[in-house]
């Protein structure tokens, strides 16, 4: 029951209700079959769809695992973004680190900056949770320096200091909220019935009608911040 506890926090009881704890089992059968690697993998993509839904960007269009290169997964998350959001998508091409957020006024430009940044965040919070250690030792990882969430939270503070603000207080302020929002088991278990589809989807890979489907059920939808 170690598993159990980790992911949500909680023991199985006859409190319970029975279809809630026959789900909770379910997804704890399905972790034990997947590496704790890729278990953290699945989890961290299913906290950038909860992230996507609570900051207000929608369903994301798709999320999916990558085992291409063996036991070492990966995960990539596509968002529904509008064209100002799209300045924050990680692309060679036109490096994150150099885009600007395009807004015409400076609350259009901080309530981007805080979308893009709850979003990007909320899969190392999630990471955080499941791994039972401070986001900021995620974020502090050498190995979680290069990724695309750091990046993109870079690009972030760099826009809210351009503009004037504090930026440490910015994103430290929606760190604490999401944090607070992942520690809600209503929240959790969804991130945890998102993580556990991804695991035994064909090829991994779940869609924003299949997200949808999945969701409905914790009518989670809106989830305002």
């Not at 997947?34 to 798709?62: D, K």
Request: net charge negative.
């Amino acid at each position: 029951m170690k598993l159990l506890k980790k992911l949500f926090g909680i023991k199985p009881s006859g409190s319970k209700p029975a279809s809630l704890e026959s789900n909770i089992l379910s997804i704890e059968k399905t972790f034990s079959r997947f590496s704790q690697h890729q278990q953290m993998v699945a989890i961290h993509e299913a906290g950038h769809v909860i992230g996507a839904l609570y900051m207000g960007a929608g369903t994301p269009l798709r999320v999916q695992l990558d085992d291409e290169y063996g036991p070492e997964w990966s995960g990539r998350t596509k968002y529904d973004f509008t064209d100002q959001l799209k300045v924050y998508e990680h692309d060679q091409e036109f490096p994150t680190e150099k885009a600007n957020i395009d807004a015409p006024d400076e609350a259009q430009t901080i309530a981007i900056a805080r979308m893009r940044y709850g979003i990007a965040m909320a899969g190392p919070i999630a990471q955080a949770r499941f791994q039972k250690v401070s986001y900021l030792h995620i974020r502090n990882l050498k190995s979680y320096q290069g990724g695309e969430d750091i990046k993109i939270c870079q690009v972030v503070e760099d826009e809210i200091d351009r503009i004037g603000l504090d930026s440490f207080e910015f994103v430290q302020k929606i760190d604490k909220e999401i944090n607070e929002v992942f520690h809600q088991p209503k929240v959790w278990h969804a991130i945890a019935l998102i993580a556990q589809a991804l695991l035994i989807a064909e090829n991994h890979k779940l869609t924003k009608q299949q997200i949808d489907t999945i969701l409905a059920p914790e009518q989670l939808f809106p989830l305002t911040p």
